[in-house]
């Protein structure tokens, strides 16, 4: 089964961190971008993070550049997203989605090939 999996979501209070992961099952990531998005209820799907295949390439959304890393170990498959300084806006379903692609692209340019079943952010006091 070709699938990405999402986990490390949490509550977490403000100012804190936590560490997303992405892993994939039944295809290897190392020629897939990967991208991670976000939603907050009431609101549409953001783009928040992205690494190119080879790991050498990586753009954020202006509102976590400097609060988050994104990651990736193409041996053991995945790829991450280290939060720190965590507000409560931040507070969201967090998704990664694959592209068969190279590098990274406008966010919402590209139909992507593998989505994950989204894993809760939630930050508060």
């Known amino acids: 089964q070709l699938q990405l999996v999402e986990s490390g979501g949490g509550l977490v209070q403000p100012g804190g961190s936590l560490r997303l992961s992405c892993a994939a099952s039944?295809?290897?990531?190392?020629?897939?971008?990967i991208v991670w998005f976000r939603q907050a209820p009431g609101k549409e799907r953001e783009g928040v993070s992205c690494?190119?295949?080879?790991?050498?390439?990586?753009k954020y959304a202006d509102s976590v550049k400097g609060r988050f890393t994104i990651s990736r170990d193409n041996a053991k498959n995945t790829v991450y997203l280290q939060m720190n300084s965590l507000k409560p806006e931040d507070t969201a379903v967090y998704y990664c989605a694959a592209g068969f692609l190279a590098m990274c692209v406008e966010y919402t340019s590209y139909e992507y090939d593998y989505w994950g079943q989204g894993t809760q952010v939630t930050v508060s006091s």
């Open positions: 039944g295809f290897t990531l190392d020629r897939y971008a």
């Open positions: 690494i190119s295949s080879s790991g050498g390439s990586t």
